[in-house]
């Protein structure tokens, strides 16, 4: 209970649900134990992982995926909590495990200070939801905020969440929520930074639109190039034209007509994830398995950008990296230790009870997943997440010949 209130609330106006507290029989039900799930036991979470084939993992929240505190103080002090916790479990998974910061999303100033703090205990980028409360993403008040994430080297992450309570209350049933409030403020989120020059202000901010799938885009971009070119938004280039600047990345699911979704973003701006350990539509436990059955038609060098190759980091010089840096072997090493055929695969994962997704690198039989954790553009901060201490120390990363990635979702 926080201010009075039960979270989750699943019946009446403001549905939203989730497996929290994790002693609730939902989060007792889950083939993995209480502990794995909400990062109390890191190496029962690490044993899953073996189990899963996954390397490494970056954790998203699952509390966070609703507004908690009105009070501001209030709501400050939970992420800075949350963050911290975070950041000592993983100081504990021996380099295997990272997170993504929750931030406040009422007040910038807030914001701000939180995601210094956070990257100063290691988070690897920033889940905020499709609205701000009752704000959109491009409020003038936040853009102060996407200015500092830029600075830091923090990637956005625009998750599905139940982020305004006007909204939420709208709904009673999960029929209804589940979408309108829940996963359409990612897309308002999408079309609120593309239409007020928020790329335009801040080149070298990346985002990532998560767990809503792609199939949207093509609607979107067409409706926003046909405003822009009838002169409704002042901005630098058509809509179409900022999706190839390589900072906007979606995430896509196993199932989509990815075909049709690539004429209009490049293959090195799309990801996926496995969603381990929700019980949701978005769960997909073999990620390689489900985009190469409903895939085939796709090159398998797409295939291997979506799996692996997008959410590589490309900083390797953060003080994160430095911290939380796994000592894996060097390319020739793995080559040896798992044959020719050696390859990185990185899998985002649906997190704890409490916690929420979890993006990681695989090994499987053979194949040495290794890689950054959730999406490209999520990974550009931290190198953290798949970075050898080898490669620190010796320059670009020498990759393994395959890579496949992939992220979770929080339910």
Known sequence: MIEGKIFPKQHGRGYHTFATPPLSARARAKPYSVGAQDMTDVPARLADMDRHGITCQVVYPTLFLVTLA????????????YNRFMSDACAKSQGRIYFAAVVPTQHAPDAIKVAREAKELGAVSVMVPGLLWDKPLSDESFLPFYEELARLNLPLGVHVAWGSPSLTNI???????????FILPVVMGFWSLMTTGVY??????????????CEWLPYAINQLDRAYHQGRYKLRQAPSDYLRLGNIYLACEAEEDLEYVLRYVPDDQLTIASDYP??????????????????AKL?????????????IPTDTSSSVTRRYTPTWPRHSTMRRAFGTQASSRVSMAGGAAEFGAATSMRRRGPAFWIGPVWLGPLCTQPPAWDSASAVIQNGPPPWPRRTTVSWPTAI
């Open 70 to 81: 009105e009070e501001l103080g209030l709501e400050r002090a939970l992420c800075q909590a």
């Open 171 to 181: 709904f009673s049933k999960p029929e209804d929520g589940a979408f309108g409030s």
């Open 200 to 213: 335009d202000r801040f080149p070298e901010l990346k985002v990532a639109f998560l767990e809503a799938g």
């Open 278 to 295: 929700h019980a949701d539509p978005s769960m997909e436990e073999d990620i390689v398995h489900a985009l190469e059955e409903h895939q």
């Open 299 to 311: 090159p398998a060098s797409t295939r291997e950008k979506i799996l692996s190759a997008n959410p």
